[in-house]
């Protein structure tokens, strides 16, 4: 029996069919085409790897690999978005990485926390991911060695820095930020039970704490309980009767639960910085930043004159932090990012200056400035 169009028209739907076939067809066509040649791409990819083995050089090159992100994305034309062209080519980066060597990356778990979206963003599928219970026990995996990199929460656009980062920093001053990774970050609410009855929600601290006006708003007798991350607060929700959390789209997929409400954050534009911690170095690409943590003088103006130093370098700050030193007296150490990198002369000069002002000056790192991923 012919199947009629919605014209009821059997020739014009014979026609439809036609044409849908042969469109299907030509993209049966064009994906041999484009395995093909990611085939032919990988390949290369498995040269550069060998001439980098000999050399000693490291497989995780972040100037390069936002080198090539750059690239496609300006020769972008559409209709596919920036965002579905970063992700597919993310992925063929990091396959090709992988067939190099198989790193490992030690992030905040469970799956789908926050931390765990930032370093699939910047490392692809094609890693080997160490989940673990604690920001500092992220610095320790990387510390002893047990992986290469680790990701971590360094700053939220609405709630400020994160503690336990800045914290780690000074007891592992020896690791550097080799990468850093922004992240647009939208809070839902998550449960299996209609929003009346929720008398508990769970989330980490910092997502709380970006949604407090929503909570206070629409949840007021909702107890708030603070967990490790926000997967395990999905994870809660799933199994307890009137619970909700504060998580990802992704965590209520992974832990099948159902998004009550959307976008719950209280500002528009929130994101967190993440930074890769790791051992390694990144060479300057025109377009970084430097981090920097420093200790002065205990002395009336010594953070202006510190803080000079930039001024009269002409060294755009891009963030700054005061965070308690672990000492008997009421001391400081200072956190701040800048535009430029430690090989530019005038940054160079400037952290000289900044030295001969302070009692420590430790370099956390160079690396390239991100833009907020998609």
Not at 35 to 53: C, F, M, Q, T, Y
Not at 79 to 105: D, N, W
Not at 330 to 352: N, P, T
Request: proline fraction near 5%; glycine fraction near 4%.
């Amino acid at each position: 029996m012919t199947r009629k169009s919605e014209s009821g028209n059997p020739a014009l739907a014979k026609k439809s069919e036609a044409a849908l076939r042969s469109l299907r067809s030509q993209i049966d066509k064009i994906d041999i085409q484009i395995l093909k040649l990611v085939n032919e791409r990988a390949s290369h990819a498995a040269e550069i790897g060998r001439l980098k083995n000999d050399h000693g050089s490291e497989v995780f090159t972040p100037v390069r690999e936002e080198e090539v992100l750059h690239h496609v994305l300006e020769s972008n034309k559409g209709p596919l978005r920036p965002e579905t062209i970063r992700a597919v080519f993310r992925e063929i980066i990091s396959g090709s990485r992988a067939m190099q060597k198989t790193l490992k990356v030690a992030y905040l778990g469970p799956e789908y926390s926050f931390s765990h979206l930032a370093a699939v963003e910047r490392f692809g599928q094609s890693v080997e991911f160490v989940k673990v219970g604690s920001i500092p026990a992220v610095f320790e995996e990387v510390n002893r060695g047990h992986v290469e990199f680790g990701v971590v929460p360094l700053e939220n656009s609405t709630n400020g820095s994160i503690a336990d980062t800045l914290d780690m920093f000074t007891r592992t001053p020896h690791l550097m930020i080799c990468a850093e990774v922004r992240l647009p970050i939208h809070h839902n609410l998550l449960s299996n039970v209609e929003h009346q009855k929720i008398n508990r929600v769970y989330s980490h601290p910092q997502a709380l704490a970006q949604c407090r006006t929503w909570l206070s708003k629409n949840m007021p007798h909702a107890l708030q309980k603070e967990v490790s991350s926000t997967a395990v607060a999905a994870n809660l929700a799933r199994d307890e009767q009137g619970a909700a959390a504060i998580a990802s789209k992704q965590a209520a997929v992974t832990y099948s639960l159902r998004v009550l409400f959307e976008n719950i954050e209280d500002s528009p534009y929130n994101e967190t910085r993440f930074a890769v911690i790791g051992r390694q170095k990144s060479p300057r690409t025109g377009h970084d930043k430097t981090a920097v943590m420093f200790r002065i003088p205990h002395n009336p103006g010594s953070l202006v004159e510190a803080l000079d130093v930039f001024k009269q370098a002409k060294i755009n700050l891009t963030w700054i932090e005061a965070f308690p030193a672990r000492a008997a007296k009421a001391e400081y150490i200072f956190f701040v990012d800048f535009d430029g990198h430690v090989e530019d002369a005038k940054v160079s000069k400037a952290l000289k200056a900044l030295q001969e002002r302070c009692e420590e000056v430790t370099v956390l790192g160079s690396f390239p400035a991100a833009e907020v991923s998609g």
